[in-house]
């Protein structure tokens, strides 16, 4: 299948390199020339403009530009007739994100925001729990927790997005995995409190932690805590339920689960190491699974808004102070 990507950064180049590896035909556009010409080799052509790019007419596209700049491609390429896949976050606002949702109704495309924490093993594992057995049925509440150093991940960290507001950084959007498996866990959240800010001297004129807590419409309650500070890379879970528990460990790669039934944790080694890949590998696989069968993704951009608006909300409670709804 003809796949255009737009956006030739690390996780645009991550995403041709898997494309190409599944056998697909690969087209880059990027506006940087040099990061266009960094992927050369791999694809069967680039462009330096979107408009010329189309022109192959590509059956799919996946928008992997800056994410303060997702929706603009996003709907040429879906006015073009393009199935469309946009890297996390669906947007930094709602600017345009009702019209590209409704062009892609109209002209019966498959969707997807690309949150590749869905498919981690463990991830899914736990949805799995959650939706399949008993003791899970009523969720109560969870701890979420995300946190790395934002200098170890990226050596230039201080001219990267996530450090720069100017070019869409935020918190909040760049680490929105929790609040997405959050959703996919729980279901639609009602309203959010959250709070920001920097506590570092990391050089960034963004934040370097925020905390929040959601309250879904079923009832559960979530805190997630993410941050840019913690020297050792953690993901951590636990969600509380009527009948059990179960808790999630990524750098241990453990799963734990108890029941009122059974009052003994049962672990499960869940660990992803040098298969980190195989998350977006699988992810691509999917969403071309579903364009080649023309079937709707379990996370479509109706479902992602659901996402964004949280993200927003949360937003605007680090500035108010104030729980603020999830409209």
Same mark, same amino acid.
């Given at each position: !299948?003809?796949?255009?990507?737009?956006?030739?950064?690390?996780?645009?180049?991550?995403?041709?390199?898997?494309?190409?590896?599944?056998?697909?035909?690969?087209?880059?556009?990027?506006?940087?020339?040099?990061?266009?010409?960094?992927?050369?080799?791999?694809?069967?052509?680039?462009?330096?403009?979107?408009?010329?790019?189309?022109?192959?007419?590509?059956?799919?596209?996946?928008?992997?530009?800056?994410?303060?700049?997702?929706?603009?491609?996003? +709907?040429?390429?879906?006015?073009?007739?393009?199935? $469309?896949?946009?890297?996390?976050?669906?947007? /930094?606002?709602?600017?345009? %994100?009702?019209?590209? $949702?409704?062009?892609?109704?109209?002209?019966?495309? *498959?969707? /997807?925001?690309?949150?590749?924490?869905?498919?981690?093993?463990? %991830?899914?594992?736990?949805?799995?729990?959650?939706?399949?057995?008993?003791?899970?049925?009523?969720?109560?509440?969870?701890? #979420?927790?995300? =946190?790395?150093?934002?200098?170890?991940?990226?050596?230039?960290?201080?001219?990267?997005? !996530?450090?720069?507001?100017?070019?869409? =950084?935020?918190?909040?959007?760049?680490? $929105?995995?929790?609040?997405?498996?959050?959703? &996919?866990?729980?279901?639609?959240?009602?309203? %959010?409190?959250?709070?920001?800010?920097?506590?570092? =001297?990391?050089?960034?004129?963004?934040?370097?932690?925020?905390?929040?807590?959601?309250?879904?419409?079923?009832?559960?309650?979530?805190?997630?805590?993410?941050?840019?500070?913690?020297?050792?890379?953690?993901?951590?879970?636990?969600?509380?339920?009527?009948?059990?528990?179960?808790? &999630?460990?990524?750098?241990?790669?453990? $799963?734990?689960?108890?029941?009122?039934?059974?009052?003994? &944790?049962? &672990?499960?080694? !869940?660990?992803?190491?040098?298969?980190?890949? +195989?998350?977006?590998?699988?992810?691509?696989?999917?969403? !071309?699974?579903? *364009?080649?069968?023309?079937?709707?993704?379990?996370?479509?951009?109706?479902?992602?808004?659901?996402?964004?608006?949280?993200? #927003?909300?949360?937003?605007?409670?680090?500035?108010?102070?104030?729980?603020?709804?999830?409209?």
């Amino acid at each position: !299948m003809r796949v255009l990507v737009a956006g030739t950064g690390s996780i645009g180049t991550r995403h041709i390199k898997n494309l190409v590896e599944l056998g697909h035909e690969v087209y880059a556009t990027d506006i940087n020339q040099e990061c266009l010409k960094a992927a050369a080799p791999l694809v069967k052509g680039t462009f330096v403009s979107l408009d010329g790019a189309l022109k192959v007419r590509p059956e799919a596209a996946f928008i992997c530009t800056f994410s303060s700049d997702h929706i603009e491609p996003a +709907r040429k390429c879906a006015e073009a007739g393009c199935h $469309i896949f946009i890297e996390k976050p669906l947007s /930094m606002d709602l600017n345009g %994100v009702d019209e590209l $949702i409704d062009t892609a109704d109209s002209k019966g495309l *498959v969707t /997807m925001a690309g949150c590749n924490m869905r498919f981690h093993p463990a %991830v899914a594992h736990i949805k799995g729990i959650l939706d399949n057995e008993a003791a899970f049925a009523k969720k109560l509440w969870a701890n #979420l927790e995300f =946190g790395y150093y934002l200098p170890f991940a990226k050596k230039d960290y201080e001219s990267s997005y !996530m450090a720069r507001r100017s070019l869409g =950084g935020n918190i909040i959007f760049d680490v $929105i995995h929790e609040l997405d498996y959050a959703v &996919w866990f729980f279901g639609k959240p009602v309203e %959010v409190f959250c709070s920001k800010g920097i506590l570092s =001297g990391l050089k960034i004129d963004t934040e370097d932690y925020a905390d929040m807590m959601i309250r879904f419409k079923s009832g559960a309650v979530c805190v997630i805590h993410m941050d840019y500070l913690q020297h050792g890379y953690s993901r951590r879970c636990k969600v509380v339920a009527e009948g059990g528990t179960v808790v &999630w460990d990524f750098a241990h790669g453990d $799963i734990g689960a108890v029941t009122v039934n059974s009052r003994q &944790w049962d &672990w499960k080694e !869940m660990k992803l190491e040098a298969l980190y890949n +195989r998350m977006y590998v699988d992810e691509a696989q999917y969403f !071309m699974d579903c *364009v080649s069968s023309a079937k709707d993704t379990f996370n479509p951009l109706k479902g992602a808004l659901s996402v964004l608006k949280l993200a #927003l909300a949360a937003n605007i409670s680090c500035h108010t102070n104030k729980w603020e709804m999830v409209s």
